[in-house]
């Protein structure tokens, strides 16, 4: 664990007290809690954006025809 000083406004410091009150836990296991939670989302975004741009390209017309509609692309 590693301890770091923060500075937030009042009315932040006050929400994170209540909050960590009615979690029964500190202010700052709160804010450590609340930034691990940002860090996995993040990574969680980052991944799903490398799986997504890695699929091949999908071709959605051949030159000189329409776009197909979005129901025939999704079975709607």
Do not use: C, H
């Amino acid at each position: 664990m590693k301890n770091v000083t923060i500075t937030m406004d009042e009315e932040v410091a006050r929400w994170a007290r209540i909050r960590a009150a009615e979690r029964n836990t500190s202010v700052s296991r709160l804010v450590g809690e609340l930034l691990q939670e940002k860090m996995r989302e993040e990574e969680d975004y980052r991944l799903a954006m490398e799986q997504f741009l890695a699929q091949k390209p999908q071709v959605l017309r051949k030159a000189g025809t329409k776009y197909p509609k979005r129901e025939e692309l999704y079975d709607r």
